[in-house]
């Protein structure tokens, strides 16, 4: 199994619909992040978590909810999906000394 | 805070040449500077790093990069490179004592036959 686990891979959905993204990490590790990648702007950090108390919001926040369920489990949602949030969108965990490890992406289309 | 600048965004080369990827980063503090490769349909692997000591870093596949602090670059270079090389290269810092990763644009390496 992957230390980190996306789900879905793949995703399209309409406007206005709500959805989530889920994470689950075997690292046990305390600190999540959640990234959203698009074409000639790199990653961008969306929400960051240091524990499980511990939410924070990241560059590019708007639009975008997360929960930290566990130490293992963090998910992020779009309460009202638009076109410009279609994107490859990165779940990692990292332990104390920054030593991260990425998902695979899910790549979420919405038309 | 910090920030990272790739300057190309595509570099096509042909295979068993050498290439060089640009990076330069912006920091008041000091900062350890890591490269990512992401290959086609995959997540970010680490490369390489640097965290202290020796400017010179390498990794298992022949990349390396060198922290140049008068300059704020951390270049990636690679003498020959082959086809399975193709992918999208990403640097990246971090602040020393911070958790946080700021990341460049991404350049996406091409190596042709």
């Known amino acids: 199994d992957a230390d980190v686990t996306q789900t879905p891979r793949n995703r399209i959905t309409k406007t206005g619909k709500r959805i989530m993204l889920e994470c689950s990490q075997t690292?046990?590790?305390?600190?999540m992040y959640w990234y959203r990648q698009d074409p000639g702007l790199g990653l961008q950090l969306i929400y960051y978590s240091f524990d499980v108390k511990d939410i924070n919001k990241g560059e590019i926040s708007d639009g975008y909810s997360v929960s930290r369920q566990a130490q293992a489990k963090f998910s992020l949602s779009l309460e009202s999906a638009i076109p410009n949030q279609t994107a490859l969108y990165f779940c990692?965990?990292?332990?104390?000394?920054?030593?991260?490890?990425f998902g695979s992406g899910t790549r979420l289309t919405v038309v | 805070a910090q920030s990272v600048t790739q300057l190309d965004s595509q570099v096509p080369v042909f295979e068993e040449a050498p290439v060089e990827l640009r990076c330069n980063y912006s920091s008041s503090v000091s900062v350890y500077l890591f490269w990512y490769v992401q290959y086609p349909n995959q997540g970010l692997q680490l490369l390489l790093k640097y965290l202290s000591g020796s400017t010179l870093v390498e990794s298992i596949n022949g990349f390396e990069a060198e922290f140049n602090k008068s300059q704020t670059s951390f270049h990636l270079r690679k003498p020959s490179v082959h086809i399975s090389d193709t992918a999208e290269y990403f640097c990246a810092v971090r602040k020393g004592g911070g958790n946080k990763l700021t990341f460049g644009t991404g350049t996406q390496l091409k190596v042709e036959l």
């Open positions: 990692a965990t990292s332990d104390e000394l920054g030593h991260y490890t």
């Open positions: 690292k046990g590790h305390d600190r």
